[in-house]
């Protein structure tokens, strides 16, 4: 079993939609990052959670810690958010600390 | 402004050459990575530094080597490159401490190697 769990895997989606993306983790970590990888390849870090709900714009992350949890909603969703959307999570324990465990990622197609 | 930046973007070289990616971040970042990403494929973390002299191998076998003579800079070079070599490489780096401000990671824009 993977230490992150990410669902959907792919996800499409008409203009305008609500669209949610969940990640689950196994393990103890400092921070959950999620991430966008557009087509061509550079990754932008959207967000960095360690409790509660960030908002930036038309996204929104949330953490349950006590769950293990952590949900991205993009608000209002439109073809350039079409990407693919990686959770990753920041261990706390062993050797490797503060390295990035990533999820296989969700790829978003957002049709106009 | 604070950045990170990869060199070369793209790069197709032949059997046997010797290269070298550069990465360098302004951001002061202690945390240094190299990652390996195929197309469509999650990212695998290759090489890891966590300050100067200080390199470690990743998940990924990598016939890779890094060094860390700068804070600001963390090579990766192919002796000998080979078509199975051909894939992105992506350089990040992050901060050490949580309740810092620079704890987040910052991504490269990649280099994407082709041996032919």
């Known amino acids: 079993k993977n230490e992150v769990e990410q669902s959907p895997q792919n996800l499409t989606a008409q203009e305008g939609e609500f669209i949610t993306i969940n990640c689950s983790y196994s393990v103890g970590i400092s921070a959950l990052h999620w991430l966008q990888q557009h087509p061509g390849g550079g990754i932008v870090s959207l967000f960095m959670?360690?409790?509660g709900k960030k908002k930036h714009g038309r996204l929104i992350a949330t953490i349950n810690i006590q769950e293990k949890h952590s949900s991205l909603h993009i608000t209002a969703s439109h073809p350039r958010d079409s990407a693919v959307y990686i959770c990753?999570?920041?261990?706390?324990?062993?050797?490797?600390?503060?390295?990035?465990?990533f999820g296989k990622g969700t790829k978003l197609s957002v049709k106009p | 402004e604070a950045d990170i930046y990869q060199t070369p973007r793209y790069l197709v070289i032949g059997t046997g050459k010797k290269i070298t990616l550069e990465c360098s971040q302004t951001?002061?970042?202690?945390?240094m990575y190299w990652y390996q990403q195929d197309p469509g494929m999650e990212l695998h973390l290759i090489h890891y530094s966590y300050g100067v002299n200080s390199t470690e191998k990743g998940d990924l076998s990598s016939e890779s080597t890094v060094s860390r003579i700068r804070t600001e800079h963390f090579p990766l070079t192919l002796e000998s490159a080979r078509p199975s070599h051909t894939s992105q490489y992506l350089c990040?780096?992050?901060?050490?401490?949580?309740?810092?401000?620079?704890?987040?990671?910052?991504f490269g824009s990649g280099t994407r190697l082709t041996v032919v």
């Open positions: 990753a999570v920041r261990s706390n324990y062993g050797g490797s600390q503060g390295n990035l465990i």
């Open positions: 951001m002061g970042h202690d945390k």
């Open positions: 959670l360690s409790s």
């Open positions: 990040a780096s992050s901060g050490s401490f949580p309740e810092l401000a620079n704890y987040g990671y910052t």
